[in-house]
Structures are given as structure tokens and as C-alpha cells.
């Protein structure tokens, strides 16, 4: 009996994930032995062209990263939906929109203005990049961005979740061990729509920081505070995201005396990842007096990044009201 | 008219694509190379806390997100005015040298290396890290996985993590490091030094030695005299961290040397409608379009870039293997496109070396690590030297250290000229009367990766094969010939 096939893609992403992977080290070996690797850009020589021949549903397992940024990434997310049985958004990008979703915030005109309008950008006749542009010797073609940033359940249909930016490497190995298990008939696969690769409380609960339940009267920069090595970095003011993050990380950012800024994505059972943290921040503030509460918020400089600084694409909101109508950015 | 669509079928799909034009002569017209992509980071970075840019600007690039990390970090500690405490820096840099280790053993050993230890004439199916571990010796598999895996060890124990660090912040880090963690890079860092001995004498024995190869670097089609860019330290020595940014003309004479805050004087970035990626040149040469000489503002960032930009290695192995590469070569500077991958085992040994001497130097374990910043934050500029070429992040904030602007020029950017013309002389050179050579694939990819470049991270295929797939096309569209090209 053949080998079921496994694939890996990257659309709008920035290789963190393949690295990730990559850095499972000799768990790939394990990999290797259970499936036949067919389509791996990072890895392997990759045949588009054999994946557009195979029949559907012919790839057992797909990781796919990367967010929705342009007609090109859709199509890829299409023709690997169509061939793979099981289809992983794979990283922060694929489940939520990861940083690049930020651009959502504003019209993808302002975008590409912005990058076409920089202090070195020399640019007199102020030209901007053409999906499709003549020049003498014939028409040349690029792909067409889309108005904002999607996260690949918006445009396909998807099987399994496994979040954070990059997913950990043993979180990787734990999940090829289950489905190389269930493969084998020795495990379950979880429920379709579920998290995998995750834990199911929040990076508070794996932070091994002391806490004293203890209030703030004021927020606190990073850089501004020398930090207590062994205290809870919200209880010092510095605006953690760990009480509405996702548990899987180790709390790896807060044991290294960095906030955590959110990249494992909403906790189990969270639907409004900002709404989550909101709450968490207002129990903290030791006040009742309208007045100072207001000053002591005046100290979270970038509310709408701090709470949707991971997931604004797969949020409720998913993108402001300027890139939802901006359709003909590209023009001109 | 002809024309000729080259699609790389790896990462570079979609993220890359060569069209060729022939005139009615069957000989090439004109050639573009088109990058598909757009993120949009210069916007998108508006509004956020400045100490969070070493977070945000990471997730441009995963497989180098260290070099943005440690541009980020220089450019937020400009920003507030604030100079981090020396052991913050050495710490910053020992990270920073262990990654390029790690990141230079990956291209020579997996991606470009095999080019030239397994020779261009050899099977396609021998050019590749297999081939080269069975030329090299089979040990040397394990010595490389090894040599990777210490260097993420090293990022992990400072930047808290192994892909995309978290600990650098305006005016230091987040944290130290402890005597027995210091202990253990040095050990590594040991090996490291060996490890990059060992490939300099690998290159030494297989391409030096054989004359044919020795003919090849010097014969090579790649051959542009371009203006040089790297960072220098205050004596002229290659450094990755910090210094001013040296840029030297075709002839090897100092151009101008800046500092980071001065950048926009030197550099502008010139705009085609087909593509999202910009040139970049230098401004006070100008832009005269895709063609190299004294008179043309394109400049190439590259391991030999630093090497001619700089009058030496600052560690004594380094700078015997530096003396030896321009004695061999013939002088300075060396135009010679595949140069390049020598160049990286040179700046391998300097980044190992430097690696031990930060390990052992005795404030290393101090917990000074991060000065509190005390100024208002303005504006900052802040550049290293990420593998792919010279890395300038500026920010704009306002007087609370929100972002209001952002401008990036990423590392293989400053390649992107040198790289288009590299394609078109191998273009030119391979396609004669409609016909096209078959090697026409082989040195298309071969000029690819002597620059690896790292288009979004394009290219980083461990194979060390770029499958390419060429497709002619008659006037009418119609189909004449295919070219292919897979492991």
C-alpha cells in the first residue's frame, strides 16, 4: 500500500513557520517514514504542476501558512484545499492574520501609498505597482492585492487550527506522533474546527511568574521599568497579553522577561480575543475613580494593537471600514 | 516577438518571475525580473508603541527575523536618545554572530556551496548537500546539523526564543545571561571556530586546488563593476553589528562613508510599474538605469560587498583567510559574482571568531544590561549587516513614542539591481538567434544564488536546486519548447 501524502505551503508569510518545522530536527525523519512528501517548497523540489494533476483529495495531510494578501495566495489555497483531505491552518498567519493583519487598520490605497512614498522612495511621476502594466517589448503581469488581509478559513474551508507565531517545534512533534497515531488506527483525530498543537488555558497558567493578585496605578512602557525578574509583568504594569492568550508556548516571552504579545492567538472557548483582554486589564486597575482610570488607560498608548495585535484579520472586526470598501485600490 | 517566462517552481513561485523578451533578431531584447509581493509594513507599523517595532519587524522575515530584530533594536534605542550599557551590545552582538554562523553554514552547505564543490558541470543529481557530503566526507552531515542547531541554541538562551527573539528593547534587553548559560555558548562557540576552519580548508582543498575552478571564479559571466556597500568599525574592519556604512567605487577607492543617521543622503530607491519591489542606488551617482560602471548608482550588498568595502577582518584567522582571498583573486576588489560564496566562509570564521571573543569577555554576564531611557523619543536610524546585505530601519514617533513613520530598505532589496543584470548577462550570453542554450537554466540559478537572495525568504530551498521551468512562447502565445529543470 502507498504512503499517504503529506504537503506543506507557505502563501503570505514570512518562513518562520517552515524554520519551526525545520527545527523539529529528527522528528522530520519520523515524517519521511510515515508519508510520502509530495509538495514542500522550502524543503523539496516542488512540482506544482503534479499537485494540479493529482485527484482531489489525494494529499493526506497539509500544512498550509500564510495569510490571504493577494488573488494568487487564494488560488494556492483553493487548489490545496481541493487535494488535500485534511487542510491545517498552520501558524498565526493562516488561523488569524498574524502582524501583516495590522494592515487591515487602514485602505489598501493608504498601504500602497505608504510604501511607494517613503523618504527614499524616489518617485516623481508618482507611479505605484500594475497588476498587469504594458511595457514596449508586451504586458507584464503580477498578482492583484487584495483590499485586506483574510486568514485562510475566510476564503476555504478548513479541517484543524494550530496556532502561534511560529508554532513551537515540540508542539509540531506532538501533532505529527497523533496523526501519524490515528493514521495507524492507535488515535483519534480531534473534532474538525478544532485547535490542535495547543494548550487549552492561557499563558498565565503556564507562566511561572509569582502573582499577588495584586492592582496597578499606572501602566508601565518595557523600557521604562527595570523589571522584576520573578513578578508577574502585568501586576508591574506592563501590558501582558497573557490572560487572553492561548496556553502551548511555555510562556517563553514572559520567562524571558518579555510581555506576552498575544501570537498563540485566543484562549479556548474566547470569542473576541480584545474583549478577553479588556477585561483582564480592568481587573487590574486599582481604582473606582473615573477620573483616574482614564489617566491610568491613558497609559496603554495603542489600544486597538495591543488587543487585536494578532488576530484582527479573524476577529469580529476583521478590518476597518476604509479597507472594506477600498475595492479599486489599484488603480493608478 | 518572443518571450520567455522562467517560473521557479519553488519559493520564488509567486514571489519571483523572470520574463524574457527577444527582438526580431531571435537575440534579447529586454529581460524583467518581477516580485509579486507586498506586506505592507511601512504602514502598518503607524501607531504602534515603538519598543514593540523589534517584535513587529521580526515577522518580515523568519528565517533571518535576528537581523531585524537587532536593526529594530538599534533604531528604538536612536530613537530615545539612549545608549545601552556595554554588556547589552556584546550580548546583542554575541546573538548576533552565533546566527550568522547558522545562517551562513546553511546557504554554503545546502544552498550555494554545492555550485562550487561539486563543480558546475556535475550532475544535477550530485549538486546538492548530498553530493556535497559525499565529496566532503559523510561526517560532515552531522557537523553541520550541529553547527545549526548551536547557533539557535545561542539566539534562544538571549533572545528568548529561537525563531523571531523578544528580548531586545530601547536602551538593552530584557535580561542577561548566567555564568553557566556563558559557559555553554563558549563551549559551543568553540566549535563553531573549528567548524568554520574546516569548511575553509574543504574549499581550500576541492575549489582551490583544481584549477578549473580557480578559472571559474575569475571566468565568471557574473562579472559587474558595481560601487561595494558594508558596515565598517572605526578601523575599517568588517562588522555586522555596528559602525558607519562604507561604500567603496568599482575601482575600490571609498566613495563615502556615513553614519546610519545620514543614510537618506546616500541612498534613494527608484520605482518600476511592474514590480513591488524597489531598486535602491546611490543617490549622488543616480539612477541610469540597469547597467553597471562608475556612473551608475547600483551598489551591491553581499558577503564580498563587505569584504571590498572594508580594509579587513578585526580577528587574526579571519583576516589571514581575507588576505589570502584578494592574493588569490588577483586584488581588490573582486567583481566576481561567485567570489561571493568564498567570502561567506571568510565572514563565517570572523562571526565564529567574534562569537568566542564576546563569550569570554569578562563583563558579559553582567546584569547591566538595559539603561532606562530618560529622553524624549524623536526619531532614530538604526543599521546592521544582515547576511543578505546592509539592514536600514528609521522610525518617526511622536512624543510618546508612537510610531508615525516608518522606512525600511531590507537586505536583499540593495541586491535587487545587481541580481536583474546578473539574469540579463546570463540571458544575453545563452540566448543566440531564438535558440536557447539549456545551461541557460543552470546559470540563471546559479546567479540567483551566489546573492542569495531572500525575496520574503525566497529561495530558501534546502535541496540547493532551484527547479526552474522555462517556457518559450511564439508571438501568438502559442507554446514552442519547455524547458525543465527539477532535483
Not at chain 2, 578549473?212 to 578601523?235: R, S
Not at chain 2, 567603496?248 to 563615502?256: A, H, L, N, S
Not at chain 2, 571590498?308 to 589570502?324: C, F, R, V
Request: aromatic share 8%; charged share 20%; hydrophobic share 40%.
Amino acid at each position: 500500500m502507498s504512503k499517504p501524502k503529506f504537503a506543506m505551503y507557505w502563501a503570505a508569510s514570512c518562513g518562520g513557520c517552515e524554520i519551526s518545522v525545520l527545527n523539529i530536527h529528527e522528528k522530520i525523519l519520523d515524517v519521511d517514514a510515515a508519508f510520502d512528501i509530495v509538495f514542500w517548497p522550502v524543503a523539496m523540489d516542488a512540482k506544482y504542476k503534479d499537485v494540479e494533476a493529482m485527484e482531489d483529495g489525494d494529499i493526506t495531510l497539509c500544512l498550509f501558512n500564510g495569510g490571504m494578501r493577494n488573488d494568487e495566495n487564494e488560488h494556492m489555497a483553493k487548489l490545496m484545499r481541493q487535494k488535500s483531505k485534511i487542510l491545517v491552518a498552520f501558524g498565526s498567519c493562516a488561523c488569524e492574520g498574524c502582524i501583516p493583519g495590522l494592515a487591515n487598520f487602514s485602505s489598501l490605497g493608504e498601504m500602497v501609498d505608504t510604501a511607494f512614498t517613503t523618504l527614499t522612495t524616489d518617485n516623481p511621476t508618482n507611479l505605484r505597482p500594475q497588476p498587469s502594466f504594458t511595457m514596449p517589448e508586451g504586458e507584464l503581469h503580477i498578482p492583484t492585492l487584495n483590499p485586506f488581509l483574510k486568514t485562510l478559513d475566510q476564503v476555504v474551508d478548513v479541517d484543524y487550527y494550530m496556532p502561534g507565531c511560529p508554532p513551537e517545534s515540540n508542539q509540531i512533534a506532538a501533532v505529527v506522533d497523533l496523526v501519524i497515531a490515528a493514521l495507524n488506527g492507535k488515535a483519534e483525530l480531534p473534532p474538525k474546527g478544532a485547535t490542535i498543537g495547543a494548550g487549552n488555558s492561557t499563558v498565565c497558567d503556564e507562566c511561572p511568574r509569582k502573582r499577588n493578585v495584586k492592582s496597578i496605578k499606572e501602566f508601565n512602557r518595557i523600557q521604562m521599568i527595570h523589571a522584576d525578574p520573578e513578578l508577574c509583568l502585568l501586576e508591574q504594569g506592563i501590558p501582558c497579553n497573557g490572560p487572553a492568550t492561548r496556553s502551548g508556548c511555555n510562556a517563553r516571552c514572559p520567562i524571558a522577561g518579555a510581555q506576552c504579545i498575544g501570537c498563540y492567538g485566543p484562549a479556548e472557548g474566547v470569542v473576541d480575543y480584545g474583549a478577553r483582554l479588556v477585561s483582564a486589564f480592568a481587573s487590574v486597575i486599582d481604582s473606582e475613580k473615573p477620573d483616574e482610570i482614564d489617566k491610568i488607560l491613558d497609559g496603554l498608548v495603542d489600544p486597538a494593537g495591543q488587543f487585536y495585535r494578532f488576530n484582527l484579520a479573524g476577529s469580529l472586526l476583521r478590518a476597518s471600514k476604509a479597507a472594506q470598501t477600498n475595492t479599486a485600490a489599484q488603480k493608478g | 516577438m518572443q518571450r520567455i517566462t522562467i517560473d521557479p517552481i519553488t519559493r520564488l513561485e509567486g514571489h519571483g518571475k523572470i520574463e524574457i523578451f527577444l527582438n526580431d533578431e531571435g537575440n534579447v531584447a529586454n529581460t524583467y525580473f518581477q516580485i509579486p509581493e507586498l506586506r505592507g509594513f511601512e504602514r502598518f507599523c503607524i501607531g504602534r508603541p515603538v519598543e514593540e517595532m523589534p517584535l513587529l519587524t521580526n515577522r518580515i522575515c523568519g528565517v533571518c527575523p535576528e537581523a531585524h530584530h537587532m536593526a529594530a533594536a538599534k533604531a528604538v534605542d536612536a530613537v530615545y536618545h539612549v545608549d545601552p550599557p556595554a554588556p547589552a551590545k556584546k550580548l546583542r552582538e554575541l546573538l548576533y554572530s552565533a546566527f550568522y554562523c547558522t545562517d551562513h553554514t546553511t546557504h554554503f552547505y545546502a544552498l550555494g556551496g554545492p555550485d562550487f564543490i561539486m563543480g558546475p558541470d556535475a550532475p544535477v543529481a550530485e549538486r546538492n548537500i548530498l553530493g556535497v557530503i559525499h565529496k566532503v566526507g559523510l561526517e560532515v552531515g552531522g557537523k553541520v546539523i550541529q553547527m545549526r542547531k548551536y547557533g539557535h541554541t545561542v539566539v534562544e538562551i538571549i533572545g528568548g526564543r529561537k525563531v523571531h527573539p523578544c528580548t531586545s528593547i530601547p536602551g538593552g534587553l530584557t535580561k542577561g545571561i548566567t555564568e553557566e548559560q556563558r559557559k555553554q555558548i563558549e563551549e559551543m562557540g568553540r566549535f563553531a571556530i573549528e567548524f568554520a576552519q574546516f569548511s575553509l580548508k574543504a574549499f581550500n582543498d576541492i575549489v582551490l586546488g583544481n584549477k578549473q575552478y580557480v578559472d571559474l571564479i575569475l571566468g565568471d559571466i557574473y562579472t559587474h563593476h558595481t560601487y561595494y556597500m558594508g558596515l565598517v568599525d572605526e578601523n575599517n574592519k568588517v562588522n555586522f553589528y555596528d559602525g558607519k556604512v562604507r561604500v567603496v567605487d568599482p575601482d575600490g577607492k571609498e566613495f563615502v562613508k556615513y553614519a546610519p543617521k545620514d543614510y537618506a543622503d546616500n541612498i534613494a530607491e527608484h520605482v518600476e510599474p511592474w514590480t513591488y519591489l524597489k531598486f535602491p542606488y546611490l543617490k549622488k551617482v543616480g539612477w541610469k538605469g540597469l547597467v553597471d560602471g562608475k556612473d551608475s548608482g547600483i551598489y551591491m550588498a553581499t558577503p564580498l560587498s563587505r569584504l571590498n568595502a572594508s580594509d579587513g577582518m578585526a580577528t587574526p584567522l579571519a583576516q589571514a583567510e581575507y588576505e589570502k582571498f584578494y592574493k588569490t583573486l588577483g586584488g581588490k576588489p573582486v567583481h566576481q559574482r561567485l567570489a561571493i560564496h568564498w567570502a561567506r566562509l571568510v565572514e563565517l570564521l570572523y562571526a565564529a571568531e567574534r562569537w568566542m571573543e564576546l563569550a569570554t569577555d569578562p563583563e558579559i554576564t553582567s546584569p547591566n544590561f538595559h539603561t532606562i531611557p530618560t529622553e524624549k523619543p524623536t526619531e532614530g536610524v538604526g543599521i546592521v549587516e544582515a547576511p543578505r546585505g546592509t539592514l536600514t530601519h528609521h522610525y518617526w514617533t511622536d512624543e510618546r513614542g508612537v510610531v508615525t513613520k516608518v522606512n525600511l530598505i531590507v537586505g536583499t532589496t540593495n541586491n535587487y539591481a545587481p541580481i536583474t543584470m546578473s539574469i540579463k548577462k546570463a540571458a544575453d550570453s545563452l540566448i543566440k538567434k531564438g535558440k536557447v542554450n539549456e545551461g541557460l537554466l543552470n546559470m540563471v540559478e546559479m546567479a540567483f544564488r551566489a546573492y542569495d537572495p531572500c525575496f520574503g525568504c525566497a529561495t530558501h530551498s534546502l535541496p540547493g536546486q532551484m527547479p526552474l521551468e522555462i517556457t518559450i512562447h511564439a508571438a501568438d502565445g502559442e507554446r514552442v519548447d519547455v524547458l525543465k529543470q527539477y532535483c
